[in-house]
């Protein structure tokens, strides 16, 4: 007999899933504390598996799921995110155990089919549609582009328990499998990085379904995401912090992110932090030698200001802050505003490629770019202590005569 075990997280339904311990990369996003495949087991007449795990996980998977019953025995598999994390054991579990069906979202169904083929046979499925398990049913819903276009919700009602894939997840292996063992301020670091580098471009969309769910009419007890801890009775949390970075509200902070080849942007870095400090902004600094994209996406998802320096390499900017705009631009954060700045030696089109990122990204930019001629001067950093003085004011005006300061 196997050591690994399912883990009971409601009645009738186990979690059988994996942990990558060893997860440091996922798609761009630095995955400092692994993660985990969350697959659960129903075990209602007609047992039932809701998601799979990554294809290297699939053994591990099966185990878990042995621990409770046969493998063999499963009559459904549902798969409610097509993305590969989750759905990569399901063609050889499929093969291996046979299920009477499979179903996904009408989305779904063609992505999983463009994966692996037309061989697996799905059933589409759609909200409102209920599955009936013996003592209690499945009802789906389409959470369409959260955060793909399959990406579907299912609620188990005998256990009162929401199955939200990636939704109200994150990237944290660990020996615990629901929120209450780890502290909260992990729990909330961790929902924020997940949040501010996977699910941010569909931020409003996330709104929508917050605002949608009381209304579903789905009385919730758990939520069981595919990644990291299960939430219980202390759900009410993640939604309110969901509801938080969905809302994108600029807030009384500065992002000062930047590169150097010489120490002279590093120099323009540190006076106009120095100046927004002195208008009474709080300030992240961000050096992208030290710190990975995805920390920095999480530091400037709600900031009120995006200041990005780089120095000029080649008639470019360099190559690390273009690495960061690029990440940067497709997770489209709304932000206060913006400010370019950087160093340069002969050309100095670095700085204006900074500032075509910004504007490309909708920020505002109040005031013009910043530019230094190789090393900066003590008066050259005396204007930058400015600039961020100047910034720094200008956000606090914007904070004070926004609607929501009024409210
Ligand atoms: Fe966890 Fe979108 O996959």
């Not at 409770?68 to 989750?86: G, L, R």
């Not at 900074?354 to 204007?383: C, F, H, N, R």
């Amino acid at each position: 007999m196997s050591y690994l075990q399912a883990v009971r997280v409601a009645p009738r339904v186990w979690w059988v899933g994996a942990i990558d311990w060893n997860l440091r990369e996922f798609h761009g996003y630095r995955t400092g504390r692994g993660s985990t495949y969350n697959a659960f087991l129903v075990m209602d007449e007609k047992i039932t598996l809701i998601d799979t795990v990554k294809a290297p996980f699939y053994g591990e998977m099966l185990e878990r799921i042995a621990s409770v019953v046969d493998p063999a025995k499963i009559d459904y598999i549902v798969s409610n995110h097509a993305e590969m994390d989750h759905s990569g054991a399901l063609p050889r579990a499929v093969a291996e155990l046979q299920p009477e069906k499979v179903f996904a979202s009408t989305m779904g169904v063609k992505a999983l089919a463009a994966h692996f083929g037309d061989a697996l046979k799905i059933e589409a499925v759609k909200t409102g549609d209920q599955l009936n398990l013996g003592a209690g049913k499945l009802h789906f819903v389409e959470s369409r582009m959260l955060h793909w276009p399959d990406s579907m919700l299912s609620f188990y009602d005998a256990d009162k328990i929401l199955f939200s894939q990636d939704g109200f997840g994150m990237h944290l292996a660990g020996s615990a499998r629901f929120a209450a063992e780890y502290s909260d301020e992990l729990l909330h670091d961790e929902a924020k990085k997940y949040f501010a580098n996977i699910l941010l471009p569909y931020a409003p969309r996330v709104t929508e379904l917050l605002n949608a769910l009381p209304g579903l009419g789905l009385d919730i007890d758990i939520i069981a995401p595919d990644h990291g801890p299960v939430w219980r009775n202390d759900y009410a949390k993640v939604i309110q912090w969901y509801g938080e970075f969905a809302r994108q509200r600029a807030e009384a902070r500065a992002v000062v992110v930047y590169d150097t080849m010489w120490g002279s942007t590093a120099k323009q870095a540190t006076a106009l932090a120095d100046g927004l400090i002195a208008a009474g902004i709080k300030v992240d600094f961000a050096c992208l030698h030290q710190m990975d994209r995805s920390d920095v996406m999480t530091l400037a998802m709600n900031a009120g200001i995006l200041a990005v320096g780089t120095p000029t390499l080649n008639n470019n900017l360099y190559p690390s802050v273009a690495d960061m705009l690029t990440y940067m631009r497709g997770l489209k954060p709304k932000l206060g505003m913006g400010f370019a700045f950087g160093s340069f030696g002969w050309s100095g089109e670095g700085v204006k490629q900074v500032g075509e990122y910004l504007t490309a990204m909708k920020i505002e930019q109040p005031l013009a770019a910043w530019s230094v001629k190789y090393v900066p001067t003590a008066a050259d950093l005396t204007a930058g202590f400015n600039y961020g003085l100047e910034l720094g004011n200008a956000l606090l005006k914007t904070i004070a005569g926004s609607p929501a300061e009024k409210e």
